[in-house]
């Protein structure tokens, strides 16, 4: 069974950065489209960024477009969230996921889930 584990998080004022970090216990989900999502508190988990197999294509949701830049290594079988320009409302735990078809934003289509690991935005 593939585990994903996230690391990363932590408490940032508005405006600062964090880089999260997604390993993969093993390397078959190199072939797979992957996806970072979000749940804040009170909120439903909601889509942030996919990115595909080999790191060509990315698409973002349009509350972290030109904020946010997904990427992936699949030597080190990890994918990364690069988050800048943070706001309070980016508050959650940030969970990735490893995707059916590159694009897919809907949570339930998503297998092999993270733990996930809090961000905090402060004002």
């Known amino acids: 069974q593939v585990q994903l584990s996230e690391s990363g998080g932590g408490l940032v004022q508005a405006g600062g950065s964090l880089r999260l970090s997604c390993a993969a216990s093993?390397?078959?989900?190199?072939?797979?489209?992957m996806g970072w999502f979000r749940q804040g508190p009170g909120k439903e988990r909601e889509f942030v960024a996919a990115?595909?197999?080999?790191?060509?294509?990315?698409y973002y949701a349009d509350s972290v477009k030109g904020r946010f830049t997904i990427s992936r290594d699949n030597a080190k079988n990890t994918v990364y969230l690069q988050m800048n320009s943070l706001k309070p409302e980016d508050t959650a735990v940030y969970h990735c996921?490893?995707?059916?078809?590159?694009?897919?934003?809907?949570?339930?289509?998503?297998?092999?889930w993270g733990q996930g690991t809090q961000v905090t935005v402060s004002s």
């Open positions: 990115v595909s197999w080999n790191d060509d294509s990315t």
């Open positions: 996921a490893a995707g059916p078809t590159f694009g897919t934003v809907r949570a339930g289509k998503y297998d092999y």
């Open positions: 093993e390397p078959t989900l190199r072939i797979r489209p």
